[in-house]
């Protein structure tokens, strides 16, 4: 599972990556989650944004903060 974050820098970006981190660790996900700030990147693929969320390259979120109990929800979605 490829779990990565495109985000500007903005404190509620970071904070959902510290979330991120620890939910992946509760999910017992073998690959780290990757942080980018290369906005371009993830824009040349059709998504806007401040904050993006891709999960195995599908789009799971965007300027969207949720807590740590909804990521893992969000999450397990993914790995049924």
Do not use: H
Not at 1 to 25: H, S, T
Not at 49 to 55: A, D, F, P, V
């Amino acid at each position: 599972m490829r779990i990565q974050l495109f985000d500007r820098g903005l404190p509620n970006g970071k904070k959902l990556f510290a979330d991120l981190e620890i939910v992946c660790k509760k999910l017992q996900i073998d690959y780290d989650p990757e942080y980018s700030k290369d906005m371009n990147k993830v824009y040349s693929w059709g998504f806007q944004g401040n904050t993006i969320l891709l999960i195995d390259g599908e789009l799971a979120l965007v300027d969207k903060y949720p807590s740590q109990k909804e990521l893992e929800n969000i999450i397990s979605d993914y790995l049924k």
